[in-house]
């Protein structure tokens, strides 16, 4: 298992020939703090393209919408908690069956209600994106968020990606602020 550290690029497919589904799995936990309502992250993907796009509305992966119409990228559950070990949230990508137009899946954690909740990444801690090979359960590699998001809202953690015939995984990192609205709007979406 390699782990990451933010910025870093690396292989997927090419160091490990065959591979074609991987979960990317994601995990955190909150903080105590009194602020009295439930802390609830999501994980969201976008199917982007050449231009970082989303390729359309479906292309927008979350707890509404937990699958493109491809098939190819398919939402887990939603944890509203994150208690309990292991990853709170994943996606499963079929990597073949993304369609040709897709360049990228950006994989981003978002704090659901963050405002209306006064909440934000600073009261989240051991958040975390892995790569699991779908198939065998091997853990391919990990990246800890480990930097200080304190006043931000989201993150996208993580980047799968089309380099010539192979898939990469870049760890991105990035904090955001403005919610899901905000977000979508970035890739191309006006989100409701």
Not at 5 to 21: E, H, M
Not at 33 to 59: H, M, P, Q, R, T
């Amino acid at each position: 298992m390699i782990s990451l550290a933010k910025g870093q690029k690396i292989d997927l497919t090419k160091t490990n020939p065959g591979l074609t589904r991987i979960l990317v799995g994601l995990g955190w936990d909150t903080n105590k703090y009194d602020g009295g309502n439930e802390f609830d992250l999501d994980v969201v993907a976008f199917l982007l393209n050449k231009d970082g796009k989303a390729v359309g509305e479906s292309a927008f992966i979350f707890y509404n919408n937990k699958q493109d119409t491809s098939g190819a990228v398919l939402l887990s559950g939603d944890n509203r908690t994150g208690e309990g070990e292991g990853d709170d949230e994943s996606l499963k990508i079929t990597l073949p069956a993304v369609p040709a137009e897709v360049e990228r899946i950006a994989v981003c954690i978002n704090i659901h209600e963050a405002q209306a909740r006064a909440q934000n990444f600073g009261q989240v801690s051991n958040a975390y994106v892995r790569v699991v090979n779908d198939e065998t359960g091997e853990e391919l590699m990990r990246y800890d968020l480990s930097e200080d998001y304190s006043i931000e809202t989201g993150i996208v953690a993580a980047e799968v990606y089309r380099h010539s015939s192979e898939w990469k995984f870049n760890a991105v990192g990035s904090g955001f602020q403005g919610g899901l609205s905000a977000l979508a709007g970035n890739y191309g979406l006006s989100a409701g």
